[in-house]
């Protein structure tokens, strides 16, 4: 911390943006398709995500709970905020395709 005096304020269009780019990285997906909405509670920030998810070999459900712990962690050290509730609601899924063998 420092000894000048005065505050930081983050603007709220600011830690929606940072937060919707960090979906976007941890799901997989384009950011153009991701929404994300933070609301204060108290000391701490609960994000909505909605987005589509890329498909590896899990299911799901694994690839986004692996994700949504991801996006914590990112939007946590991005943003310096305390992270509380994480709703995410997936929209799509895209499996990459496999070449096939001749």
Same mark, same amino acid.
Do not use: H, K, N
């Given at each position: ?6 505050? &930081? *304020? ?7 943006? %940072? #937060?919707? @780019? $960090? !979906?976007?990285? =941890? ?21 909505? &995500? *909605? ?7 899990? %299911? #799901?459900? @694994? $690839? !986004?709970?692996? =994700? ?6 990112r939007a ?13 609601? &997936? *929209? ?8 096939? #063998?001749?």
């Open positions: 911390m420092t000894d000048v005096p005065g505050a &930081i *304020t983050i603007a709220p269009r600011a830690l929606r943006a %940072t #937060v919707r @780019a $960090a !979906a976007a990285e =941890a799901f997989g997906a384009p950011r153009a398709d991701v929404r994300a909405d933070v609301v204060e509670r108290g000391p701490s920030l609960d994000l909505r &995500i *909605t987005t589509p998810i890329g498909l590896g070999d899990e %299911t #799901v459900l @694994a $690839a !986004a709970e692996r =994700a949504r712990r991801q996006l914590l962690e946590g050290t991005l943003t310096g905020a305390t992270l509380g509730a994480c709703e995410v609601r &997936i *929209t799509g899924c895209s499996v990459p395709e496999r070449s096939r #063998v001749r």
